[in-house]
Nanobody, 127 residues
Framework: QVRLAESGGGSVQPGESLRISCQVS???????IAWFRQAPGKEREGVAS????????VYSDSVKGRFTVSQDNAKATVYLQMNSLEPEDTALYYC?????????????????????WGQGTQVTVSS
């Protein structure tokens, strides 16, 4: 059984950095693991994806150049390093795995493609 657990969220000021983690059990190798976020009243948005076999990454335009997704195979954990945070980054952040369907840079950030989800970790950016 696949389980994902996010951690590391918190409250920061604009311009600061934060790293959140996603620990995966039940299947890490050969997986597309993605980070999504959802702000109140908005749709869930894909922000970053990593393929654990090759380390291949994909980012949304809204976070490209500011966020970095990485992995630690020994810990079966995927990280999202978030720099230069903005109030617009405030959201509940989820990680997901169990990708299905055609693989491309668009589908890797579509929430409907993923089967397994964590409970989320809150990130708040405010002065």
């Amino acid at each position: 059984q696949v389980r994902l657990a996010e951690s590391g969220g918190g409250s920061v000021q604009p311009g600061e950095s934060l790293r959140i983690s996603c620990q995966v059990s039940g299947g890490f190798a050969g997986q597309f693991i993605a980070w999504f976020r959802q702000a109140p009243g908005k749709e869930r948005e894909g922000v970053a994806s990593i393929y654990t076999d090759s380390g291949s990454t994909v980012y949304s335009d809204s976070v490209k150049g500011r966020f970095t997704v990485s992995q630690d195979n020994a810990k079966a954990t995927v990280y999202l390093q978030m720099n230069s945070l903005e109030p617009e980054d405030t959201a509940l952040y989820y990680c997901a795995s169990g990708f299905g369907g055609v693989v491309n840079s668009v589908t890797r950030l579509q929430p409907g493609r993923y089967t397994y989800w964590g409970q989320g970790t809150q990130v708040t950016v405010s002065s």
